[in-house]
């Protein structure tokens, strides 16, 4: 590669990193604005620059203000599985979680004291004002709704491990519940906010890929932070099997997988197949080094 080639890559990467940073500064900037939510020790800012940069690297040609919502649903996303995974003591309060976060998504008021509920209600009334919005609204509630559930199950295996009252999941098990990663609801939310009529006429199939994507991911993760996952009491998929190396070979049939699905779609919503394949790609080099969360 001659040298202007590199400084021409430079430069690009450059202005991701850019907008990237851009990215950080507003999402501290709201959370900011719900302190009691984001106080906890993980939630430093280099949570909110890693969220910003994923986002940018997986989306280069959008705008801070075309990814702004998909930052936020990204950091929904992680209060969500803090609440679930360490703030919540019982399955009432997990239920009750749900059933408040799904009215929200029917245009339910949130509570005054429940910070939770008027960050999600925030990010929804921005999802709302997307032109798309009304003929997808039940294509981003049925997202919600899937990944409640599966962190609401991932609790349920987190208590009884903790409690020595169940067994653990089998590794198709824990593998069937991917939607805890809350990674297809954040593409559902990019989708109707920056998707043209192409990309929400192909929704479906893009949800079909993404929650390929989303197995991938959740694979990839569990082997960046197996350590991680053990001081704080998490689940990963190499507890679930005999050798970490079947986790990785799984890694390897699933990203397979994901090129069979997005090579159509490259077809018909060139753009949000490639976000989906750099989504991959960023998120494999990513957990080679680093994690999101800061220290608990």
Same mark, same amino acid.
């Given at each position: ?40 020790? &993980? ?17 280069? #040609? ?13 950091? #929904?996303? =992680?209060?969500?599985? #803090? ?35 008027? =960050? ?13 919005? &009304? ?55 990019? #989708? ?23 197995? @991938?991911?959740?694979? @990839? ?29 799984? @890694? ?11 090579? &159509? ?16 790609? =960023? ?14």
């Amino acid at each position: 590669m001659d040298l202007n080639t590199q400084a021409a890559e430079a430069v690009e990467q450059g202005r991701i990193c850019a907008l990237a940073a851009r990215g950080q500064r507003d999402l501290q900037k709201l959370a900011a604005g719900y302190p009691e939510l984001f106080s906890g020790a &993980p939630f430093d800012a280099a949570l909110f620059g890693n969220i910003a940069m994923a986002m940018a690297f997986s989306a280069p #040609w959008c705008t801070l203000e075309e990814l702004r919502v998909t930052n936020r649903a990204v950091l #929904w996303g =992680f209060a969500l599985d #803090w609440q679930v995974d360490y703030l919540a003591k019982s399955r009432t309060e997990i239920d009750r979680l749900t059933e408040t976060s799904l009215a929200v998504v029917d245009g339910a008021t949130p509570a005054s004291d429940d910070p939770f509920a008027r =960050f999600f209600a925030e990010l929804c009334a921005d999802l709302a004002a997307a032109p798309a919005y &009304p003929r997808l609204r039940d294509a981003w509630r049925a997202a919600v709704h899937r990944t409640l559930a599966a962190m609401a199950v991932e609790w349920e295996w987190r208590a009884a491990r903790r409690d020595l009252t169940g067994t653990l999941p089998t590794f198709e098990e824990y593998l069937a519940n991917a939607d805890n990663l809350a990674c297809t609801v954040v593409n559902v939310a990019h #989708w109707i906010h920056t998707g043209d009529d192409g990309t929400h006429r192909s929704l479906s199939r893009l949800v079909e890929a993404s929650d390929e994507v989303q197995r @991938v991911l959740r694979l @990839v993760n569990d082997l960046g932070t197996y350590q991680r996952d053990l001081e704080w009491g998490d689940l990963n998929a190499i507890m679930l099997v005999a050798d970490r190396a079947e986790v990785e070979q799984r @890694v390897e049939v699933l990203t397979g997988r994901c090129h069979e699905l997005l090579a &159509p779609l490259a077809e018909e919503c060139p753009r949000q197949a490639t976000y989906l394949a750099r989504q991959v790609g =960023f998120t494999s080099g990513f957990y080679r080094s680093t994690d999101f969360w800061g220290a608990r």
